[in-house]
């Protein structure tokens, strides 16, 4: 009952709107605490559409906001502990949850040292099992869960797997028959240069900082449209940063169009590029100065592949185009904000038009694997026609000059050269550390060791 009301209180101090009983009761019942709903509606309803219209009594109608995406500091945050949910198959007490605006969007659960915290991760899963739906299921709003022994501590999402899967049972509860979250998907959190930030007490002053903790519930975390919420890790949200940093400035100070305009990002192959170009490319787009993203693939990489992926992050928010004439129509459409393309499309475009209106426009240009050989002259084209473009480009293996070499009569310029400055690293002994990827295996085989029966002779060739 606190909770509900305190809820309310909240929710009337962040719309600055004051509820009637009656219709408080209507929107609590009819859209926060559907007795239909799980935890995939409530959490689309916190990623993707937190505007609820309330009709009054009067028959008029309001909008009422549950989170503040835009001005994060006009959210109202609270700590609370030691919750109590009796309503559900066991009697739990929950350690510490952060209510946003009064709903309980992060939720914390500690083990004392020396326990291993894979035990406060069962525990959750035991809540979302046994308790999170009771009472009013307001629980199911949680986002983001934080696990921590005081030594270890890691934050991972809501359904980090498989979405829960809903059914009634004999007594007409609603329980959760499966829900698969794998410990594998939890992630340490960390500093810009990936050193983990693993204590309790570090941890909290840095993720449970009020901007840092809002940042990742409203930007740094994607609902797929396969209905799995992800939470990116601590080198995509660094990398991201640092990306739409440097856009800013370099629009401050009219750097468009020049490499200190951009930059480039070295992130070890299977780390998640794709989600980190992506997000950068979607909160690119909402730059009020910013016309167009493309995100350019080399033809090996098929960009069928990678739209798949951007397609699994956002319904259509990638446009990708089979022929240059597509591509033409998409560059002069208002509406396609982030268009995937080839090399060798857009060299075709810059080959077939070169006076057109987009070369005017502020053009953000992420290229993925940023280091192909036809690469020098695509960038050479790029330079020369676009007028205000940032280039940023996504890699797994920068050539540095000690690598670079002229291949094939062309000389090879090193990553920085081409984009500008090194923005962020993630090498393969990050990824390593963090058992993000699988480690080497070394197999040692000795061969040259003489077999005890062999008599060495001069062969007879030898000498030629």
């Not at 540095?400 to 400055?421: E, K, L």
């Amino acid at each position: 009952a606190a909770l509900v009301a305190n809820l309310r209180r909240q929710m009337e101090l962040f719309n600055n709107y004051t509820f009637s009983d009656q219709e408080w009761r209507r929107f609590f019942t009819q859209h926060l605490a559907n007795t239909n709903e799980g935890i995939e509606e409530k959490t689309r309803r916190i990623q993707e559409d937190c505007v609820i219209n309330l009709t009054r009594d009067d028959g008029t109608t309001k909008n009422i906001t549950l989170l503040d995406k835009k001005n994060i500091h006009n959210n109202r945050l609270q700590v609370i502990n030691q919750y109590e949910e009796s309503a559900g198959a066991y009697q739990t007490r929950y350690d510490v949850t952060i209510l946003v605006n009064g709903l309980p969007l992060a939720h914390v659960e500690l083990k004392r040292r020396g326990v291993p915290i894979r035990e406060a991760f069962n525990q959750i899963k035991r809540y979302q099992r046994d308790s999170f739906w009771a009472g009013s299921g307001l629980y199911e709003y949680v986002q983001i869960f934080v696990i921590s022994n005081g030594t270890h501590t890691k934050y991972y999402s809501n359904t980090t797997r498989e979405a829960h899967i809903r059914e009634q049972n004999n007594s007409g509860r609603r329980k959760s028959k499966k829900t698969s979250n794998s410990f594998e998907f939890t992630s340490y959190w960390a500093d810009g240069n990936n050193t983990v930030i693993a204590d309790l007490v570090d941890f909290t002053k840095t993720f449970f900082a009020r901007h840092t903790l809002l940042h990742i519930l409203t930007r740094f975390c994607v609902f797929t449209t396969e209905k799995m919420l992800l939470v990116m890790r601590p080198y995509q949200i660094t990398a991201t940063e640092r990306i739409l940093q440097r856009l800013e400035i370099a629009h401050n100070y009219k750097k468009a169009g020049s490499v200190e305009g951009g930059g480039y990002i070295w992130h070890t192959t299977g780390s998640g590029k794709t989600l980190t170009s992506f997000k950068t490319a979607q909160l690119a787009t909402r730059l009020p100065y910013v016309d167009k993203v493309l995100f350019v693939v080399d033809r090996k990489d098929l960009d069928y592949q990678t739209m798949k992926e951007y397609d699994r992050f956002e319904k259509g928010a990638a446009n990708s185009n089979t022929s240059t004439a597509i591509l033409k129509k998409q560059l002069e459409d208002d509406n396609a904000h982030i268009i995937i393309t080839t090399i060798q499309k857009l060299s075709t475009f810059i080959k077939k038009y070169p006076a057109h209106e987009v070369y005017q426009k502020h053009v953000v240009i992420i290229f993925d694997e940023c280091h192909r050989s036809q690469f020098g002259d695509m960038h050479t084209a790029i330079v020369k026609n676009f007028k205000k473009y940032h280039l940023f480009g996504f890699t797994g293996t920068p050539i540095f000059a000690a690598n670079a070499r002229a291949a094939g009569g062309a000389q090879f310029f090193t990553t920085a050269q081409t984009f500008g400055d090194q923005l962020h690293t993630y090498t393969i002994v990050d990824a390593i550390n963090d058992k993000n990827v699988l480690p080497f295996r070394v197999d040692y085989i000795q061969t040259m060791d003489a077999e005890p029966d062999i008599d060495d002779k001069a062969v007879w060739d030898i000498d030629r």
